[in-house]
């Protein structure tokens, strides 16, 4: 699964892992993924889904949806989720509408990592030189530097209504018609990871969970933090909070379809008949031993390179195989969980 990222790298140590679901992630994370126009045509929405999410909403809140693309103001939404376990949107915009400005803009700014605290607490208390260095610190981020900006400028009214008026609106019109639905994928797969949560090292969990993320533990990070959303899919959004790393993760299709019980993962049947041959088993043996071009791969094979790439891509779809550049690397911790997937299958 694909991960787009939200937070900073940081230095590495062991973690929990802990799952939470509800409708307000989905419809912050829904916000988030419709004004994400470089990959709203990589959702797994259909035209006609996507066409009614349009037919939904009226002038105002395409004008919020306007207003949260230019700002990133998605983005304190999530920071606001994190903040309690609200038990609905009434409780979330009362939430809001009793914040200070020190309190929201506080909250609005992510963290930056330890060193950027006293710098953030100077950007709270009004420095413009704290968020050009800040901005410096993000520069190589994809939206921080001019969000933080934002944060920093926009009046805090102005921002509260935005921040009710969007979340709201979007609950109404998206949320809550398919409020039935939503909830059993949701609650399908948080109680499907939680029940194999204890049989995986956390690190491994995570890679699971998340159909391939790649998780080592890291020192400042005591928790990791797993959110299912549909609307997202196929994408892991990831950020991160003070001691804790978060994935936002894209629920399993059997979570989706609620097959029964006897119905294996897609991707477990993926890995077992990517097994299945000879040739794409001699790939794993040599691309455990070191990372490989494809040239280098079809002159130990004795193989064309359309043969090769064709059992290439098989093990990647399966990820069995990760590609860096043009060199190919076995995933060990995917050829390591199988046992224990294939176990729960059986069990479960």
């Given at each position: 699964?694909?991960l787009l990222?939200?937070?900073?790298?940081?230095?590495?140590?062991?973690?929990?892992?802990e799952?939470?679901?509800?409708?307000?992630?989905?419809?912050?994370?829904?916000?988030?993924?419709?004004?994400?126009?470089?990959?709203?045509?990589?959702?797994?929405?259909?035209?006609?889904?996507q066409?009614w999410?349009?037919?939904?909403l009226?002038?105002?809140?395409k004008?919020?949806?306007?207003y949260v693309?230019?700002?990133?103001?998605?983005?304190?939404?999530?920071?606001?989720l994190?903040?309690?376990d609200?038990?609905?949107?009434?409780?979330f915009?009362?939430?809001?509408?009793?914040?200070s400005?020190q309190?929201?803009?506080?909250?609005?700014?992510?963290?930056?990592?330890?060193?950027?605290?006293a710098?953030k607490?100077?950007?709270?208390n009004?420095?413009?030189?704290a968020?050009?260095?800040?901005?410096y610190?993000?520069?190589?981020?994809?939206f921080?530097?001019t969000?933080?900006?934002?944060?920093?400028?926009?009046?805090?009214?102005k921002?509260k209504?935005?921040?009710?008026?969007?979340?709201s609106?979007?609950?109404k019109?998206?949320?809550?018609?398919?409020k039935?639905?939503?909830?059993?994928i949701?609650?399908?797969?948080?109680?499907?990871?939680?029940?194999?949560?204890?049989?995986?090292?956390?690190?491994q969990?995570?890679?699971?969970?998340?159909?391939g993320?790649?998780y080592?533990?890291?020192?400042?990070?005591?928790?990791?933090?797993?959110i299912?959303?549909?609307i997202?899919r196929?994408?892991?959004?990831e950020?991160?909070?003070?001691?804790?790393?978060?994935?936002?993760?894209?629920?399993?299709?059997?979570s989706?379809?609620?097959?029964?019980?006897?119905?294996p993962?897609?991707?477990?049947?993926?890995?077992y008949?990517?097994?299945?041959?000879e040739?794409?088993?001699?790939?794993?043996?040599?691309t455990?031993?070191?990372?490989?071009?494809l040239?280098?791969?079809?002159t130990?094979?004795?193989?064309?390179?359309?043969?090769?790439?064709?059992?290439?891509?098989?093990l990647?779809?399966?990820r069995?195989i990760?590609?860096?550049?043009?060199?190919y690397?076995?995933?060990?911790?995917?050829i390591e969980?199988?046992?224990?997937?294939?176990?729960?299958y059986?069990?479960s």
């Open positions: 699964m694909d990222t939200t937070g900073i790298k940081r230095n590495r140590e062991k973690y929990t892992v799952i939470k679901s509800s409708l307000l992630w989905e419809a912050a994370l829904g916000i988030a993924a419709i004004t994400n126009k470089d990959l709203i045509s990589t959702l797994d929405l259909s035209e006609k889904d066409g999410i349009d037919q939904s009226t002038k105002d809140m004008d919020q949806l306007e693309q230019a700002n990133n103001t998605w983005k304190t939404l999530l920071q606001i994190h903040e309690k609200f038990e609905d949107l009434s409780s915009s009362e939430y809001v509408k009793k914040l400005s309190e929201l803009k506080g909250i609005a700014v992510p963290f930056l990592g330890t060193k950027a605290k710098l607490n100077k950007l709270l009004g420095s413009e030189e968020l050009k260095e800040l901005q610190i993000t520069k190589d981020h994809v921080l530097p969000y933080l900006e934002f944060i920093y400028k926009v009046p805090t009214e921002l209504a935005h921040l009710i008026a969007v979340m609106g979007w609950f019109a998206i949320i809550e018609p398919n039935g639905k939503l909830e059993t949701l609650l399908r797969d948080k109680t499907l990871k939680e029940k194999m949560l204890n049989n995986f090292e956390p690190d969990f995570v890679e699971w969970a998340t159909d993320v790649q080592p533990p890291e020192p400042s990070v005591y928790k990791v933090l797993l299912p959303h549909y997202y196929p994408w892991n959004v950020a991160d909070l003070e001691g804790v790393k978060v994935f936002y993760y894209a629920v399993a299709n059997e989706i379809t609620g097959e029964g019980r006897f119905v993962n897609k991707l477990l049947v993926q890995k008949k990517a097994l299945g041959d040739t794409r088993l001699k790939i794993l043996k040599i455990k031993e070191s990372k490989v071009t040239q280098a791969l079809t130990e094979l004795e193989l064309g390179k359309t043969t090769v790439h064709h059992h290439l891509k098989i990647k779809s399966a069995l990760s590609q860096n550049s043009n060199e690397n076995i995933v060990d911790g995917a969980n199988l046992p224990l997937e294939l176990k729960h059986l069990e």
